[in-house]
């Protein structure tokens, strides 16, 4: 069949799209526009795989309903990741559960720990194991705020759609703000924009932390669904100040009393992280489209630039020593630059029978070339990938995932799979296992500052395994996962923050438990996570939990929907870790976190499709003289009251 293109007709709908995206840029700008909590960039964290590359085949078996029936789900706008294998989901909007929560840190159900701030360096409070397919800088402190292939979703509407979301915080100075719009058109073009800003001052001084992340997406389907096609670009800015903390034995003030003149270690130490990612992926199906088996080629190409890197343009004083330890090499000041261009190349196969099988197999060529000062390289990875999905009528679901290195990434392996079993709508089990080795990051090889190589390690590839099992009910409203890590070769950061490999086998037990109870109008939701180590290499804590007390209303003949609600999480007082911003790093510390009730007082609010909310954050430090700290020396922002909107356009 042959396509004729009026020159006139597309010249006006190309025209059209310029406009759209102009006014979509429009609002964006208006907005200032960070971080919207509902349909925010954010991905599962139980088998997580970093691929470094094209079209990552990280799946996740659909769960279960939801037993939190209240959600709405907007109208013909539907979400999906990069991933070929995943399907296209229509687009959730559980805004007045989690409205309040906007902080990245509070996204995952075991919220993660950061340096105080908004933006700030964050790591996990819990063992994960993480996979490279091929050469990886090893930074990964700001993964939780980024659009990164694994978890960045693509949209395509029915209906323009747009989503946008504004917080202050005390001030001009701190704010969350994003906006987000889709729209399709009748000849198989769909574009959507997403654009994130958090812009954080701090209470104290010297912390200022601020991410930019933006999106573009353009895909195109063929009439006859032969053909698609999807050009994307992603853009992620992490920019940092460290002011490693406060220094506990010169300030002796009062708590309250300006927050910016307590005394800290270091000025003028800056990080910034960047990554730029230009896509291009496209699938051709060789039969029809009614053929009830199918079989496509798919070709992809990628182009990544991505650097990480930290400054201190003063370290004459004692106390940078301090901070710095064995990594001073100059008074007069520091520098670290760790950079990879990356090229990357990918062709295969899809097959696929109704809506029952699909698998993906292709093999991707990764062209490295890194900058790290003193050491300039290349590198040629070669990985063998698959991504597997089984659908056995409407209770059995399988997905597996395969990758291997061939080239320079040779021995490099990942391989998992996942079973649930959907006994009912209100019931499920689900199993999965993982199989991975995978060499060392760049910064654990060999770390490079100021001129000077500070180490260099020849660790063996760590070989691990995890297996697990989740019970869900939405009839108990209940659900109960449980994950056994087994790690040979496990490198972690020893307490003078290097990089050492441990000659043990790693053991983590973590158990994870989430129950939501509801009386009426008053609900009351539990989350709580128990792990135990054979030793515990990160310095973790055992227990974390939080619990989140409501009261649900309805006004005026249903028009206005409330939450109003008091949360609370606390974690074991255990050793924790402190932060080096020269490395980059999370390593190992003497000194210990104290447990604390960090308490939120709220209120959202819906009418229609506008949302607001009030939150009066850590009333535990109203009442009390102590900080709240999840890592060493870097407490969280005192009491404060901060509001935010969010209104989701159509048509």
Known sequence: MVYLINPIGAHKKVIKIFRLSIKSIVILLIC??????????TQGDSLQIKKSGVDSTKTEIPTNKSYKNTQYSAKGVYQKSLNRIDQWQSFGDTSLEKLHQIYATESKSIHW?????????????????????????????????????????????????????????????????????????????????????????????????KTTNFGFSFLYQSKNEKLKL?????????????????????????????????????????????????????????????????????????KTKLY?????????????????????????????????????????????????FKLISKLIYDHNKYDVELINDIEKDLSLDAALRIRLGETVYINGNFTLGLAENAGNLNLDGQLKYQLSNDFSLNGYFRLFNRKPTLVEQFFVSNGVKNYQNDFSKSFGNTIGGKIQSGKWHSEIELLQHTVNNAIFWNFESKPEQSQDIYLNTILKLKQSISIGSLGLEINAMYQVFNENLYHLPRYWMSG???????????????????ETSVFEKHASRSFNPLTGQFYLSKSEVSSYPMTNFYIDSKVDKFRVFFRFENITNYFSDTYYYEFVDYPHFNHNFRLGIRWILME
Not at 32 to 41: K, M, V
Not at 131 to 147: K, M
Not at 316 to 339: C, I, Q
Not at 548 to 566: A, P, V
């Open 230 to 302: 999807n050009a994307s670009y992603i853009s992620d800015v992490n920019d940092e100040t460290f002011n490693g903390g406060l220094d506990p034995e010169l300030y002796t003030g009062e708590l309250y009393a300006n927050t910016k003149n307590i005394p800290v270690f270091l000025s003028e130490a800056n990080g910034r992280q960047q990554s730029k990612i230009y896509l291009l992926h496209t699938d051709f199906r060789i039969n029809n489209q009614s053929d009830a088996f199918g079989l496509s080629v798919i070709a992809d190409f990628e």
């Open 308 to 356: 990480n890197k930290f400054y201190d343009k003063t370290t004459n004083t004692a106390k940078d020593s301090m901070v710095y330890a064995g990594f001073l090499t100059d008074s007069r000041g520091l520098r670290r630059y760790y950079k990879n261009d990356k090229t990357t190349f990918a062709s295969g196969l899809i097959m696929e029978f109704n809506e029952n």
């Open 113 to 209: 720990f950061s340096l105080g701030n908004g933006g700030s360096s964050a790591a996990a409070p819990y063992y994960i194991p993480r996979f490279y397919r091929g050469l990886d800088l090893g930074f990964e402190q700001y993964s939780l705020y980024n659009f990164e292939l694994e978890n960045y979703k693509i949209y395509k509407s029915d209906v323009p759609f747009s989503d946008v979301f504004f917080s202050p915080l005390f001030g001009q100075e701190n704010f969350d703000v994003s906006a987000t719009h889709a729209q399709s058109f009748n000849d198989g073009i769909s574009i959507s924009l997403d654009y994130k800003r958090r812009l954080y001052t701090g209470v104290f001084k010297d912390q200022a932390c």
């Open 548 to 566: 989140n007390l409501y009261w649900k209303l309805k006004l005026f003949n249903d028009h206005l929907h409330s939450r109003i609600g008091i």
């Open 32 to 41: 200032n526009a960070s971080y919207s909590p509902i349909n925010a960039q």
